[in-house]
């Protein structure tokens, strides 16, 4: 089940990097700012879980039910995007497709944050002689 879970949180990676190899230079140092400052901001709740706590997450049916979900939906705005992507040659363009279109750039993926939290609590529990700061330094970058 572990295999999976890394398999699935490196997949999310790899769709939350294509969506932002989209975006100028300039949107990609912000998303990348604005998720290393998530990883420092939930850096004191993750260390206060333990690897149990964690364990006991991915082992509840009705969690990975829930997450099962958010990995659909998030699937499906990936395939929407990439579709979308090959529909720069449509005929009529209307103001629903432009406002589609623009959600679409802009929405970078949620689920990142949760493989960021994920990362982060493998980081502390591989190394636990090393400080947490530095260890969340390590996971934003």
């Not at 260390?47 to 998030?74: D, G, H, I, W, Y």
Request: aromatic share 18%.
């Amino acid at each position: 089940m572990e295999y999976a879970i890394h398999l699935l949180a490196l997949f999310i990676a790899l769709n939350f990097l294509l969506k932002v190899g989209f975006y100028p230079r300039w949107g990609m140092w912000t998303v990348a700012a604005g998720y290393a400052f998530f990883a420092w901001l939930v850096t004191p709740w993750m260390t206060e879980q333990s690897k149990t706590v964690v364990a006991a997450f991915f082992a509840s049916r009705p969690q990975m039910l829930n997450l099962s979900v958010c990995v659909t939906l998030e699937a499906a705005v990936m395939i929407t995007f990439c579709f979308d992507c090959f529909a720069e040659m449509r005929t009529r363009n209307t103001a629903f497709k432009q406002a589609v279109t623009l959600f679409l750039k802009l929405y970078p993926g949620i689920l990142i944050g949760g493989v960021i939290c994920y990362v982060l609590a493998l980081l502390l529990f591989t190394f636990p002689g090393i400080d947490f700061g530095s260890l969340s330094w390590i996971a934003a970058g």
